[in-house]
């Protein structure tokens, strides 16, 4: 089990990026998958997460409205579409996945099994 996040870069504030998670050695069709990341400093905090069925998507409130969270299972990729960046988005950015076949997904990290190897997104003012 595998994650390849990348995606990451650095943009001017108001700027947009999008951060993907592609699987290997795995489908991610039974897989909740959650965006989570970490500023120096600072404790790992979660971003976004989708459950396996795609129908629950849920968004930490800082980012409620400028970033997306999707997944193309046929491409075994998950998607962070991030708009409106803010300086305060700098991080390292991870995403991680754990088995569970439904509607749910969780935002706290514990929740996770495996996890990539992180992307730096950094945001100038």
């Known amino acids: 089990v595998q994650l390849q996040a990348s995606g990451g870069g650095l943009v001017q504030a108001g700027g947009s990026l999008r951060l993907s998670c592609a699987a290997s050695?795995?489908?991610?069709?039974?897989?909740?998958i959650g965006w989570f990341r970490q500023a120096p400093g600072k404790e790992r905090e979660g971003v976004s997460c989708?459950?396996?069925?795609?129908?629950?998507?849920i968004h930490e409130d800082s980012v409620k409205g400028r970033f997306t969270i999707s997944r193309n299972n046929a491409k075994n990729t998950v998607y962070l579409q991030m708009n409106s960046l803010k300086p305060e988005d700098t991080a390292v950015y991870y995403c991680a996945t754990t088995y569970y076949h439904g509607s749910y997904c969780g935002a706290l990290a514990d929740e996770y099994d495996y996890w990539g190897q992180g992307t730096q997104v950094t945001v100038s003012s």
């Open positions: 050695g795995f489908t991610l069709d039974y897989y909740a």
């Open positions: 989708i459950s396996s069925s795609g129908k629950t998507r």
